[in-house]
């Protein structure tokens, strides 16, 4: 949304949008001391700090209440007001009304009063301040020139969408990222301006919706993590990592053992778990896994006395990074709480334990949900995230707090009607370590996806959505078994809602990396699942329970279909350096050349599956050499051939 605000007005309708706020605001400027009110600075923007004749804020406060006005409070006599592109010359009207302007009222409905056109005479004439003047240019691209008509914006943005394989083309199986349906019912109501227009400090007697959203989506993830307490606060998975690990830091600091710094965390983890780690101040000592993949039992017991008396954490993904329900999970919980740390869960693939397990039956003591994962909140390029953390009792006083606004109290109120005995006596919010983001409950007008899909899934639907979500993994491992390697399972051959197939192999015969495999499912109009995590060289696929038996099937169709390609390699009848695989994918441009030099058929490179034929997704652009690019940033406006040269 910010990129297409960007591309539609463009550096001049920026410029233009700037001066348009600074002439209203100058405008309510001169106005306010003309009706003899002091404002602070005479160099202004968009803001003003204004303290009211005769010394009345509370009255200045009230009056634009009664306009439906939120003016900042600051609490020492003086008011606050900011202006943007939406003021407009009613709202100035009305604000002037609000500091006692008798003749300003009035104009929302009709035209300006003179009062106004007066003032918007007086400021017309004044300069900004060299000093403050900017000279150079900005957004040269010509894409911040061409598309300031409404129809030309709409074709930029229709012909980027095409250029997108996404989830209206096919599944996205990128496992640990759990792309699942982001349903057009959950979606609407983000675009309510109950919801959008919302600002995070509006008075608390003015969002008691949202107030009952956020409690009863607390209780619900609570209650689905199996913990005491949730805050809606960070803004992503590795915000929560951060700040559940900030939470334990203090519950040690409480007890008078602020020395302990040491996070245990397995080799298999992603790699936010670390960095959060480092973030929080943390020393990271790495835990060995078995050669299934599993938690090393007897390196976690080594670690976890070594550093007993130091021990802070382990972060631990339950099921692991490798698609496996690790069956010593509760006893890796107990090593670590008997040398006296505490366990941090990972939440990444709760979507493998909703409704029939939970972290907190398991042991652990805090777990970050990402929302956009587990609870549809369409994410990567699709949207922004949020990863609340749910904690167990002991860990709920030191939850995130906030400066302005208290996100407890919130909590304590739905806490007190679900509980007659009250939260106030457990503390909850008594020793918050602070705000991990800049708004009380994080990015709060995503809530509503999640609060939706709960409340339209219910206990049975959610419960039966991760049976399926597991139930079509361990399909397509079946069907895919044979043709690839699983890397990881569990005791009984089963894996989690996710599995790892082996590409290692294929280098040696083939001269076939894990890259040209997912390069070329591209021409089979799929989106690769991820690759190169947990372990280098092989892909880890999620099909979550979004995805109909239908969809299972062509994907592995064309896994399978690429196996038998590799094999032809393998075999000679394909040659080893000119294949359809290393030249993945084929764009539009390469098949329809005059020039055809490949040892294969078009035919085959564009339509290796005859479902193609039906529906084809054309991939927009060729190979790129991704690791040349990575060490050689240019930079790709317009005028490559000055910047070559
Ligand atoms: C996605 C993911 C994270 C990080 O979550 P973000 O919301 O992307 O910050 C952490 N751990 C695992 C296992 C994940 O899959």
Same mark, same amino acid.
């Given at each position: 949304?910010?990129?297409m605000?960007g591309?539609?007005?463009?550096?001049?309708g920026?410029?233009?949008?700037?001066?348009?706020?600074?002439?209203?605001?100058q405008?309510?400027?001169? =106005?306010?001391i003309?009706?003899g009110h002091?404002?602070a600075?005479?160099l202004?923007?968009?803001?003003?700090?204004?303290?009211?004749?005769?010394?009345?804020a509370?009255?200045?406060?009230? %009056? %634009?209440r009664?306009?439906?006005?939120?003016l900042?409070?600051?609490?020492?006599?003086?008011?606050?007001?900011?202006l943007?592109?939406?003021?407009d010359?009613?709202?100035?009207?009305?604000?002037l %009304?609000?500091?006692?302007?008798?003749?300003?009222? =009035?104009?929302?409905?009709g035209?300006p009063?003179p009062l106004?056109?007066?003032?918007?005479?007086q400021?017309?004439?004044?300069?900004?301040?060299?000093?403050f003047v900017?000279?150079?240019?900005?957004?040269? &691209?010509?894409?911040?020139r061409?598309?300031?008509?409404e129809t030309?914006?709409?074709?930029?943005i229709?012909?980027?969408q095409?250029?997108?394989?996404?989830?209206?083309?096919?599944?996205?199986?990128?496992?640990?990222?759990?792309?699942?349906l982001?349903?057009?019912?959950?979606?609407?109501?983000?675009?309510?301006?109950e919801f959008?227009?919302m600002?995070?400090?509006?008075?608390a007697?003015?969002?008691?919706?949202?107030?009952?959203?956020?409690?009863?989506?607390?209780?619900w993830?609570?209650?689905?993590?199996g913990?005491?307490?949730?805050?809606?606060?960070?803004?992503?998975?590795s915000q929560?990592?951060?700040?559940?690990?900030?939470?334990i830091?203090? &519950?040690?600091?409480?007890?008078?053992? =602020?020395?302990r710094?040491?996070?245990?965390?397995?080799?298999?983890?992603?790699?936010?778990?670390?960095?959060s780690a480092?973030?929080?101040?943390?020393?990271?000592?790495?835990v060995?896994?078995?050669?299934?993949?599993n938690?090393?039992?007897?390196d976690l017991?080594?670690k976890?006395?070594? &550093?007993?008396?130091?021990?802070?954490?382990?972060?631990?993904?339950?099921?692991?990074?490798?698609g496996?329900?690790?069956?010593?999970?509760?006893?890796?919980?107990?090593i670590v709480?008997?040398?006296?740390?505490?366990?941090?869960?990972d939440?990444?693939n709760?979507n493998?334990?909703?409704?029939?397990?939970?972290?907190?039956?398991?042991?652990?003591d805090?777990?970050?949900?990402n929302?956009?994962?587990?609870?549809?909140?369409?994410h990567?390029?699709?949207?922004?995230?949020?990863?609340?953390i749910?904690?167990?009792?002991h860990?709920?006083?030191?939850l995130?707090?906030?400066p302005?606004?208290r996100?407890?109290d919130?909590l304590q109120?739905m806490?007190?009607?679900?509980?007659?005995?009250?939260?106030q006596?457990?503390?909850?919010?008594?020793?918050?370590i602070g705000?991990i983001?800049?708004a009380?409950?994080?990015s %709060?007008s995503?809530?509503?996806?999640?609060w939706v899909?709960?409340?339209l899934?219910?206990a049975?639907?959610?419960?039966?959505?991760?049976?399926?979500?597991?139930?079509s993994a361990?399909?397509?491992?079946?069907?895919?078994?044979?043709?690839?390697d699983?890397l990881?399972?569990?005791?009984?051959?089963t894996?989690?809602?996710?599995?790892?197939?082996d590409?290692?192999?294929?280098e040696?015969?083939? =001269?076939?990396?894990?890259?040209?495999i997912?390069?070329?499912?591209?021409?089979?109009?799929?989106?690769?699942?991820?690759?190169?995590f947990?372990?280098?060289?092989?892909?880890m696929?999620?099909?979550t329970?979004?995805?109909p038996?239908?969809?299972?099937?062509?994907l592995?169709?064309?896994?399978?279909a690429?196996r038998?390609?590799?094999?032809?390699?393998e075999?000679?009848t394909?040659?080893?350096d000119?294949?359809?695989l290393?030249?993945?994918p &084929?764009t539009?441009e390469?098949?329809?050349?005059?020039?055809?030099?490949?040892?294969?058929?078009?035919?085959?490179a564009?339509?290796p599956?005859?479902?193609l034929?039906?529906?084809?997704?054309?991939?927009?652009?060729?190979?790129?050499?991704?690791?040349y690019?990575?060490?050689?940033?240019?930079?790709?406006c317009p005028?490559?051939?000055?910047?070559?040269?």
């Amino acid at each position: 949304m910010a990129g297409m605000y960007g591309v539609y007005h463009g550096a001049d309708g920026l410029r233009a949008i700037a001066e348009r706020v600074r002439l209203w605001t100058q405008a309510l400027r001169a =106005g306010l001391i003309e009706l003899g009110h002091k404002v602070a600075g005479d160099l202004v923007f968009d803001t003003l700090r204004v303290r009211p004749a005769g010394g009345d804020a509370e009255s200045v406060l009230e %009056a %634009a209440r009664a306009r439906e006005i939120n003016l900042r409070d600051f609490g020492d006599g003086t008011v606050g007001v900011t202006l943007d592109e939406t003021t407009d010359v009613g709202l100035v009207g009305d604000l002037l %009304a609000v500091f006692g302007a008798d003749n300003a009222a =009035g104009t929302r409905a009709g035209k300006p009063e003179p009062l106004i056109v007066d003032l918007l005479a007086q400021v017309q004439k004044e300069d900004i301040p060299s000093a403050f003047v900017r000279t150079s240019a900005f957004m040269e &691209h010509p894409i911040f020139r061409s598309c300031q008509s409404e129809t030309e914006m709409l074709r930029h943005i229709f012909r980027l969408q095409g250029r997108d394989l996404s989830l209206v083309h096919a599944t996205i199986p990128l496992g640990s990222c759990t792309m699942k349906l982001n349903g057009t019912s959950e979606m609407l109501p983000v675009t309510w301006p109950e919801f959008a227009e919302m600002h995070p400090f509006a008075p608390a007697e003015q969002t008691e919706g949202y107030r009952e959203l956020f409690g009863q989506l607390e209780t619900w993830l609570a209650e689905i993590t199996g913990f005491a307490a949730v805050s809606l606060q960070p803004n992503a998975g590795s915000q929560g990592e951060f700040a559940g690990l900030m939470v334990i830091r203090a &519950h040690h600091e409480a007890r008078g053992e =602020g020395g302990r710094d040491v996070c245990l965390i397995p080799a298999s983890a992603h790699g936010t778990n670390p960095a959060s780690a480092v973030i929080a101040g943390m020393r990271v000592v790495v835990v060995k896994c078995d050669e299934q993949g599993n938690i090393d039992i007897d390196d976690l017991r080594a670690k976890a006395g070594k &550093h007993s008396d130091k021990l802070a954490a382990l972060m631990v993904t339950y099921p692991s990074t490798h698609g496996v329900f690790e069956e010593a999970i509760t006893e890796v919980c107990k090593i670590v709480h008997e040398s006296g740390g505490q366990v941090y869960m990972d939440g990444a693939n709760m979507n493998a334990q909703v409704g029939l397990t939970n972290p907190g039956r398991i042991g652990a003591d805090v777990c970050h949900l990402n929302l956009h994962k587990t609870f549809c909140i369409p994410h990567g390029g699709g949207g922004p995230g949020i990863g609340p953390i749910g904690v167990a009792q002991h860990l709920a006083p030191y939850l995130p707090g906030h400066p302005v606004v208290r996100p407890f109290d919130n909590l304590q109120t739905m806490h007190n009607s679900a509980n007659a005995q009250g939260s106030q006596s457990l503390g909850w919010g008594s020793s918050a370590i602070g705000a991990i983001s800049a708004a009380p409950w994080g990015s %709060a007008s995503i809530l509503p996806i999640s609060w939706v899909y709960i409340a339209l899934m219910g206990a049975g639907g959610l419960t039966r959505a991760t049976e399926v979500a597991i139930l079509s993994a361990n399909y397509m491992a079946a069907r895919l078994k044979g043709h690839y390697d699983i890397l990881y399972v569990g005791e009984h051959g089963t894996v989690a809602h996710e599995f790892i197939i082996d590409c290692r192999g294929f280098e040696k015969r083939a =001269g076939v990396k894990v890259e040209d495999i997912t390069k070329r499912l591209m021409d089979y109009s799929f989106h690769a699942p991820t690759m190169s995590f947990p372990v280098p060289g092989t892909l880890m696929i999620e099909p979550t329970e979004s995805e109909p038996l239908q969809e299972l099937d062509r994907l592995c169709d064309a896994l399978i279909a690429i196996r038998c390609e590799i094999r032809e390699i393998e075999e000679g009848t394909l040659d080893r350096d000119d294949n359809p695989l290393k030249n993945a994918p &084929h764009t539009t441009e390469m098949i329809a050349t005059d020039a055809w030099g490949h040892p294969y058929t078009r035919e085959r490179a564009a339509y290796p599956i005859a479902g193609l034929r039906q529906d084809k997704f054309w991939p927009a652009c060729a190979r790129v050499d991704n690791p040349y690019g990575d060490r050689n940033l240019v930079c790709s406006c317009p005028g490559i051939e000055e910047f070559a040269s």
